[in-house]
């Protein structure tokens, strides 16, 4: 990375970290409020709340008053496009479902992408007070204090999560795939947030995740977090990065093993 965009990348970094917090400051709020009025999207389990709306509404206010040339692809609000060169790809809230069940596992992502390519990633755990950042090159944080993916060197070792779709059909050849997994790892575990089981691969607190059906917006800043700790992440293939039909990160040295067990499904 040249200076420039070293010295750029800190300054989306920092953008990036304000907007995230002040948004996880109204989930938090909206948390102690008690049950939000949900409406369904897709399918009776794909949820929706005021809060996602109005989490990625502050996101992008603080995000565009900084850098109103930019662009924008929002999970709630769509895309729209910038001439900069910059575009911040941004989940307001990844674990709505368990926003609205008061179970403490969601986050705020917002990743800055240049010219295609994700260049810093923000995820922040609001019940947790836990911010997990990356700079493309510069390696991967929590509040500050660098992160290590695991050392994990064999499959059968691992602590391994996965996530769920909303969608009937897709959900019973993820169930089917889980039930398969399970039997070759230490245990399995499942979040219900994507972006958040990235960061907790680039923490160590977990040796792999895998998940078929996750878009741009769940993985574009836990993915880098992840990349940057030291974790392999790809799409199934050696080679091929992660994207919407499989996102995988894992200790490097179950990489080889993991794919061959879920890189077909």
């Given at each position: ?8 990348g800190?300054?989306l ?8 917090r ?26 929706v ?21 930019d ?7 769509g ?14 809230l ?12 969601f ?6 992408e ?25 390696g ?12 994990a ?8 999560s ?13 169930a ?37 059906g ?19 992440v790809?799409?199934?293939a ?22 061959a ?5």
């Amino acid at each position: 990375m040249s200076v420039a965009h070293a010295e750029g990348g800190a300054a989306l970094l920092r953008l990036a970290v304000t907007a995230a917090r002040r948004a996880g400051e109204l989930l938090l709020e909206g948390a102690a409020a008690g049950l939000p009025e949900v409406r369904t999207k897709s399918s009776v389990t794909d949820l929706v709340t005021a809060f996602d709306r109005r989490s990625e509404a502050l996101v992008v206010e603080v995000l565009t008053a900084a850098r109103p040339d930019d662009g924008i692809l929002g999970e709630e609000g769509g895309e729209r496009p910038g001439g900069s060169g910059v575009r911040w790809v941004i989940d307001p809230l990844d674990g709505t479902a368990n926003f609205v069940s008061g179970y403490p596992a969601f986050v705020v992502s917002v990743a800055a992408e240049r010219d295609g390519r994700t260049e810093v990633g923000v995820v922040h755990d609001p019940s947790r007070r836990e911010t997990f950042t990356a700079i493309r090159g510069r390696g991967a944080a929590r509040d500050g204090r660098p992160l290590t993916a695991s050392g994990a060197e064999r499959l059968e070792q691992a602590l391994v999560s996965t996530g769920f779709s909303s969608d009937p059909a897709a959900r019973a050849r993820q169930a089917a795939l889980a039930a398969r997994v399970v039997s070759h790892v230490r245990d399995i575990r499942s979040s219900g947030s994507a972006a958040l089981d990235l960061c907790w691969v680039a923490a160590g607190r977990l040796d792999a995740y895998y998940e078929t059906g996750t878009r741009l917006w769940d993985r574009a800043a836990g993915a880098l977090i992840a990349e940057e700790a030291g974790a392999w992440v790809g799409g199934g293939a050696a080679g091929r990065p992660p994207g919407d039909a499989l996102t995988i990160a894992c200790a490097p040295k179950v990489a080889a093993e993991l794919r061959a067990l879920v890189g077909h499904a």
